[in-house]
């Protein structure tokens, strides 16, 4: 890996010494991610795709984009960043997501799922207005496969009949029942340079037959197709008018590099699916994909996190889902929502306890808010648990959906204000601005694990919609209440008086402004600590406290506007 300081390298070695490098890839992003954190399992599972997509194409004047960014660490080691690769995820650090600013070999932004297409499209469009001569390609998970967007992009690109080449990184096997050596064979022959060149000959010479030409291409073309649907998955493809080579093993690089050859030769959109294991060449990730698809550190050897870990409080994320499954034996009309996210959101135990009362859409957060007002207006209760960064992809069924019909649909964002490592495409800092100007919406933000508990619990006996944002990450150790408590909406809680400033916290921000609070104390200066608890509707009595000192700081984690 030594030796590889940028795409042209690769296309000096061997299938062998390419082979060998992947073994040196994965060894690096597993070295580094067990000690920055980031997304081991999804890279592990396409160093192959990167290897053959950089050996076969000229980037950056092709473009390559990545589907979110999770699978780009060897993309990342073979396009000149290999020596601050251990600088991951880090502050001042290498992102772990493709960025623009940060190399000329990631063409667009990514973090949110499933724009790559959509992206591909514009770029290969823009180069032939220019009349620039490149390949664009999309790199695409299954899970990203399943959003609405990427659909439509699927949908103008067959229409357009622009160039694009969209690769498929299926490492689920969800849309591919028939896979086997035949229909492999039949895909990569029926796509390789001479058949192409062959049926393009005869395409020709039908054509020139006066009268009949046009009819008999109509016939030959539907009994290719029909031959083809009939060996390979690709039908659902083929009908959005791309040429589908596939399914491919993702592992193989002389079938991909065969594969992405023959695509490169080919006009208009074609489709590679290739089958690929999530977590390759680290039994751990193997065994368990979803752990290991966004990870902290952990030990090698074993797979777990570092022994030398301090005990910590449990995290807002199980809390939440603790208080979820706890709640739901109580009430049976509570529902929980949630788009491709049960670990991360905490509700794994829920879906196992109530299956019946559980969905996971898939990367559709449209769907999960339209489907969560659905059951509103039928007597349940839904609770959508989704990151906040993700919530903003569903802004219009939040208005028109739940909001302007002031329906009781519960919004449990996950990751609200700053995430750290992930990065600016994942933190939570727009939720409090663009949620306190809907209609009928109550906001709330709690100070810690207890009060996220009771605010769970008031907000499932509102009538009308409810954001409860709180952070990532731990706790603040703070000690259970055996009871559920029903917070008065709209009262914030002072938790210090104070005559020479007034500071107004909200949920995460609320210990640290007391730890301030307490260092302005020594230092002579009288600071009062309120827990707003709402941002909507936000206490009239704050207005009496700060007119009481005149100082007023207000402390959150949102952007400035509309905070």
């Given at each position: 890996?030594?030796?590889v300081?940028?795409?042209?390298?690769l296309?000096?070695?061997s299938?062998?010494?390419?082979?060998?490098?992947?073994g040196e890839?994965?060894?690096?992003?597993i070295?580094?991610?067990?000690?920055?954190?980031?997304?081991?399992?999804?890279s592990?599972?396409a160093?192959?795709?990167?290897l053959?997509?950089?050996?076969?194409?000229?980037a950056?004047?092709?473009?390559i984009?990545?589907?979110?960014?999770?699978?780009a660490?060897?993309?990342?080691?073979?396009?000149?960043?290999?020596?601050?690769?251990?600088?991951?995820?880090?502050?001042?650090?290498?992102?772990?997501?493709?960025?623009?600013?940060?190399?000329?070999?990631?063409?667009?932004?990514?973090?949110?799922?499933?724009?790559?297409i959509?992206?591909?499209?514009?770029?290969?469009?823009a180069k032939?207005?220019?009349?620039?001569k490149?390949?664009?390609?999309?790199?695409?998970?299954?899970?990203?496969?399943?959003?609405?967007?990427a659909f439509?992009?699927?949908?103008?690109?067959?229409?357009?009949?622009k160039?694009?080449?969209?690769?498929?990184?299926?490492n689920?096997?969800?849309?591919?029942?028939?896979?086997?050596?035949?229909?492999?064979f039949?895909?990569?022959?029926?796509?390789?340079r001479?058949?192409?060149?062959?049926?393009?000959d005869?395409?020709?010479f039908?054509?020139?037959?006066?009268?009949?030409?046009?009819?008999?291409?109509?016939?030959?073309?539907?009994?290719?197709?029909?031959?083809?649907?009939?060996f390979t998955?690709?039908?659902?493809f083929?009908?959005?008018?791309?040429?589908?080579?596939?399914?491919i093993?993702?592992?193989?690089l002389?079938?991909?590099?065969?594969?992405?050859?023959n695509?490169?030769n080919?006009?208009?959109?074609?489709?590679?699916?290739a089958?690929?294991v999530?977590?390759k060449?680290?039994?751990?990730?193997?065994?368990?994909p979803?752990?290991?698809?966004?990870?902290?550190?952990?030990?090698?050897?074993?797979?777990?996190?570092?022994?030398?870990?301090?005990a910590?409080?449990?995290?807002?994320?199980?809390?939440?889902?603790?208080?979820?499954?706890?709640?739901?034996?109580?009430?049976?009309?509570?529902?929980?929502?949630?788009?491709a996210?049960?670990?991360?959101t905490?509700?794994?135990?829920f879906?196992?306890?109530?299956p019946?009362?559980?969905?996971?859409?898939?990367?559709?957060?449209?769907h999960?808010?339209?489907?969560?007002a659905?059951?509103?207006?039928?007597g349940f209760?839904?609770?959508v648990?989704?990151?906040?960064t993700?919530?903003?992809?569903?802004?219009?069924?939040?208005?028109?959906?739940?909001?302007?019909?002031?329906?009781p649909?519960?919004?449990a964002?996950d990751?609200?204000?700053?995430?750290?490592?992930?990065?600016?495409?994942?933190?939570?800092?727009?939720?409090?601005?663009?949620l306190?100007?809907?209609?009928?919406?109550?906001?709330?933000?709690?100070?810690?694990?207890?009060e996220?508990?009771?605010?769970?619990?008031?907000?499932?006996?509102?009538?009308?919609p409810v954001?409860?944002?709180?952070?990532?990450?731990?706790?603040?150790?703070?000690?259970?209440?055996?009871?559920?408590k029903?917070?008065?909406?709209g009262?914030?809680e002072?938790?210090?008086?104070?005559?020479?400033?007034?500071?107004?916290?909200?949920?995460?921000?609320?210990?640290p402004s007391?730890?301030?609070?307490?260092?302005?104390?020594?230092?002579?200066?009288?600071a009062?600590v309120?827990?707003?608890?709402?941002?909507?509707?936000?206490d009239?009595s704050?207005?009496?406290?700060a007119?009481?000192?005149?100082?007023?700081?207000?402390?959150e984690e949102?952007?400035?506007?509309?905070g």
């Amino acid at each position: 890996m030594d030796t590889v300081d940028s795409p042209a390298d690769l296309k000096q070695l061997s299938i062998e010494e390419l082979q060998r490098l992947a073994g040196e890839i994965r060894h690096q992003i597993i070295e580094t991610t067990s000690k920055t954190g980031g997304h081991l399992a999804p890279s592990l599972g396409a160093v192959e795709l990167a290897l053959a997509l950089h050996y076969v194409f000229d980037a950056p004047k092709d473009k390559i984009i990545w589907d979110v960014g999770h699978q780009a660490y060897a993309h990342k080691l073979i396009t000149g960043r290999r020596d601050r690769f251990h600088t991951l995820r880090t502050y001042g650090g290498i992102s772990g997501f493709p960025k623009r600013g940060e190399s000329p070999y990631d063409t667009f932004d990514t973090g949110h799922s499933s724009t790559s297409i959509s992206a591909g499209l514009g770029i290969s469009t823009a180069k032939e207005l220019k009349g620039e001569k490149s390949k664009v390609i999309s790199v695409i998970g299954d899970g990203s496969m399943t959003a609405g967007m990427a659909f439509e992009g699927l949908n103008q690109a067959g229409e357009t009949e622009k160039d694009l080449i969209v690769v498929l990184n299926d490492n689920a096997m969800s849309i591919a029942p028939n896979v086997g050596a035949f229909s492999s064979f039949i895909s990569r022959k029926m796509t390789g340079r001479r058949f192409v060149n062959l049926r393009k000959d005869l395409e020709n010479f039908i054509k020139s037959l006066p009268g009949v030409g046009e009819n008999i291409l109509s016939f030959v073309r539907k009994g290719e197709d029909s031959f083809i649907t009939f060996f390979t998955p690709g039908m659902m493809f083929e009908a959005f008018k791309f040429k589908y080579i596939g399914p491919i093993q993702g592992h193989r690089l002389d079938r991909l590099i065969e594969a992405f050859t023959n695509a490169a030769n080919l006009e208009g959109p074609v489709l590679v699916h290739a089958l690929t294991v999530k977590g390759k060449g680290y039994a751990f990730a193997e065994k368990d994909p979803a752990y290991f698809h966004g990870v902290g550190s952990f030990e090698i050897p074993t797979g777990t996190p570092p022994k030398n870990k301090p005990a910590t409080s449990p995290s807002y994320t199980s809390v939440f889902g603790a208080t979820m499954v706890d709640l739901a034996q109580k009430d049976d009309k509570l529902f929980a929502v949630t788009a491709a996210m049960p670990e991360g959101t905490g509700l794994s135990a829920f879906s196992q306890a109530f299956p019946e009362r559980f969905l996971d859409v898939g990367i559709a957060e449209q769907h999960a808010v339209t489907f969560a007002a659905g059951l509103a207006t039928e007597g349940f209760k839904p609770v959508v648990a989704i990151y906040s960064t993700f919530l903003q992809r569903a802004y219009d069924q939040i208005i028109h959906d739940v909001c302007l019909t002031n329906l009781p649909v519960v919004f449990a964002l996950d990751r609200g204000g700053l995430v750290g490592e992930d990065g600016p495409t994942h933190h939570g800092h727009f939720d409090i601005t663009y949620l306190r100007s809907l209609p009928n919406m109550t906001v709330m933000a709690p100070k810690d694990e207890n009060e996220l508990r009771h605010m769970l619990y008031t907000a499932l006996q509102h009538p009308g919609p409810v954001a409860i944002r709180y952070p990532r990450g731990k706790g603040v150790g703070a000690a259970m209440d055996p009871e559920y408590k029903l917070l008065p909406i709209g009262q914030a809680e002072v938790l210090k008086e104070g005559k020479d400033l007034q500071i107004f916290a909200l949920g995460s921000m609320v210990a640290p402004s007391l730890e301030a609070a307490a260092v302005l104390e020594k230092e002579g200066v009288s600071a009062g600590v309120v827990n707003c608890r709402f941002v909507k509707p936000l206490d009239s009595s704050l207005v009496d406290i700060a007119a009481a000192s005149g100082r007023v700081l207000v402390v959150e984690e949102n952007i400035r506007q509309g905070g």
